[in-house]
């Protein structure tokens, strides 16, 4: 399993800013599902090079991308644009869930742009930049994340497949 940890924060990748949330989705999915960061970087806000980015990703087979910032109201917030100029399919359900039950705990979640989608074999979901927001997602998310991906990798299509979708 390849796995992706994408950090989007100008001020990280300039090394103005260490990154506190890229490590805190590698550590919860270490610890939760037992699974290894594969491929981690940080990089500006900048559609064209968080596109290239999440491209490289997919090309190199990695089955989940987990992206971290810039999906607010800020200018510079461009993660959900550059995400949606790479995936071919959009999974709605997931940032509808995700901010369903941010909702519970912030009247804020409603700020977040934030989008999930598939390009090929590969799960992309935008998270927020924040620490602890990022661990309230995770929560959400580390129940449907071995089905959504054993789904999406699925080949033969088979019927325990179909019947639970």
Known sequence: MKIGVLTISDRGASGE??????????????????WQVSHQAIVPDDVT???????????????LILTTGGTGFSPRDVTPEATRQVIEREAPGIAEGLRAESLKITKHAMLSRGIAGIRG???????PGSPKAVRENMQ??????????????????????????
């Open 140 to 165: 959400v998310l580390l129940p449907i994340l071995p089905h959504a991906l054993e789904l999406l990798n699925n080949d033969a299509g088979s019927e325990q497949s179909h019947r639970t979708v």
């Open 121 to 127: 074999q590969t799960l992309i979901i935008n998270l």
């Open 17 to 34: 800013y260490e990154d506190l949330s890229g490590p805190v989705i590698t550590k919860i999915i270490s610890d939760n599902l037992n």
């Open 49 to 63: 090079i968080i596109a290239e980015s999440l491209r490289h990703w997919c090309d190199q087979n990695v089955q």
